[in-house]
Nanobody
Framework: QVQLAESGGGSVQAGGSLRLSCTAS????????IGWFRQVPDKEREGIAV???????TYAESMKGRFTISQDNGKNTLYLQMSSLKPEDTAMYYC??????????????????WGQGTLVAVSS
């Protein structure tokens, strides 16, 4: 079992940056896939990026360029660096994990473990 806890959300003006953190408690045994999704009310969840247990990162095409996922294995912490934020980035951001490799269809998969989410609000 693993518990995920996000932090770092908040309010920021358009063009600004934020770094989200996700701390995983419990043991992340290989294989695993860990990453970030976001969701706006009344819209489908949207995959942002994931990391495999071998360190391979994969981004959703629409998220490339402004979002950077990284992991500190020693601290069991996942990060999402977001830059040049836009009002349309306003959403609840979730950390997710699964004990499977990410694969090519990760953005459509129902991840088993989710954090409680952290809200990002971008104002124009």
């Amino acid at each position: 079992q693993v518990q995920l806890a996000e932090s770092g959300g908040g309010s920021v003006q358009a063009g600004g940056s934020l770094r989200l953190s996700c701390t995983a408690s419990g043991y992340l045994s290989s294989p695993y896939c860990i990453g970030w999704f976001r969701q706006v009310p009344d819209k489908e969840r949207e995959g942002i990026a994931v990391i495999d247990d071998d360190g391979t990162t994969t981004y959703a095409e629409s998220m490339k360029g402004r979002f950077t996922i990284s992991q500190d294995n020693g601290k069991n912490t996942l990060y999402l660096q977001m830059s040049s934020l836009k009002p349309e980035d306003t959403a609840m951001y979730y950390c997710v994990a699964d004990f499977l490799r990410c694969g090519v269809s990760w953005s459509y998969r129902a991840f088993e473990h989710w954090g409680q989410g952290t809200l990002v609000a971008v104002s124009s």
